[in-house]
């Protein structure tokens, strides 16, 4: 199974130093967001699902990457809030209809998603891997029954690095 772990796309300022889960994209988060999704796009044929946490700004990033046609579907899911537990996805994941042949998005937050990223690859967390806004992180899982330090990495890229052209 592959599985892509998506940032939102850049929100609004926090106001006081406080998070808000209604923070929404920025406009330039919006265009930026599209773009990423549309190169994703070319790379990724088609996914099975998005999930992605229930912020405002991921719902957002999960529904221009549904727009794009990443995947048919997209549902919520609390795993992915911030602080949110690898241990509640795998649960949900291991109880799912998904096989190894499947894809699926991961639309939430950071450091989660990178601490995620590393728990999956390297069996714990040492604060390492950093996702940009809009970054992506693709993990090959080679074992759904037991996924933790049992998995690849095989893509971290970010917005900039995405979004760059490439010379001829």
Excluded at 7 to 12: D, T, Y
Excluded at 18 to 40: H, S
Excluded at 83 to 97: A, C
Excluded at 139 to 147: E, S, V
Aim: proline content about 5%; hydrophobic content about 40%.
């Amino acid at each position: 199974m592959k599985i892509y772990l998506i940032r939102h796309g850049i929100a609004q300022e926090r106001v006081g130093g406080e998070d808000n889960p209604q923070r929404a994209l920025t406009p330039k988060g919006i265009a930026k967001t599209n773009q990423v999704a549309q190169k994703f796009k070319a790379i990724e044929t088609l996914c099975n699902l998005i999930l992605f946490s229930p912020y405002v700004r991921a719902k957002q990033t999960a529904q221009i990457l549904l727009n794009y046609n990443l995947a048919p579907t997209m549902e919520e899911n609390t795993a992915l809030l911030p602080n949110g537990d690898i241990q509640s996805w795998i649960h949900w994941l291991q109880n799912s209809d998904y096989t190894e042949e499947d894809n699926l998005i991961l639309v939430g937050h950071q450091p989660d998603l990178g601490n995620w990223a590393e728990i999956l690859i390297w069996g714990n967390s040492n604060g390492k891997i950093t996702l940009k806004k809009a970054g992506i992180i693709g993990i090959n899982i080679l074992d759904m029954g037991n996924p933790i330090g049992n998995s690849e990495l095989f893509l971290l890229t970010s917005p900039k690095w995405l979004l760059t052209p490439i010379d001829s």
